[in-house]
């Protein structure tokens, strides 16, 4: 079974930054997403293996950041000039098919278990 472990989330103001960290046990593309309470899993950024591609939700554009070490197998998610919608369990996803970013939830293979990120006025 493959393994995803986050971490990094936690409690921050409004205009702060935090880091989210995922290793995973594999080659992977890579994507995170995250689902406030009654509201549907949402995208928020993606990377392939390589790193040569990147994308991001509307949302997080020019705010968010992700990037990888692909010698350690971990992906980042940078979170900077955060908002209080911003707030969320976040969930780190792999995808077998490396080459190649996905915005959909259900083209993801594995994922973790999520790390909880509030963001306060």
């Known amino acids: 079974q493959v393994q995803l472990v986050e971490s990094g989330g936690g409690l921050v103001q409004a205009g702060g930054s935090l880091r989210l960290s995922c290793v995973a046990s594999?080659?992977?593309?890579m994507g995170w997403f995250r689902q406030a309470p009654g509201k549907e899993r949402e995208f928020v950024a993606a990377?392939?293996?390589?790193?040569?591609?990147?994308y991001y939700a509307d949302s997080v554009k020019g705010r968010f950041t992700i990037f990888g070490d692909n010698a350690k197998n971990t992906v980042y998610l940078q979170m900077n000039s955060l908002k209080p919608e911003d707030t969320a369990v976040y969930y780190c996803?792999?995808?077998?098919?490396?080459?190649?970013?996905?915005?959909?939830?259900?083209?993801?293979?594995?994922w973790g278990q999520g790390t909880q990120v509030t963001v306060s006025s």
């Open positions: 594999g080659r992977y593309s």
């Open positions: 996803a792999a995808r077998r098919i490396r080459i190649t970013i996905s915005t959909t939830a259900g083209e993801y293979n594995y």
């Open positions: 990377i392939t293996w390589s790193g040569s591609s990147t």
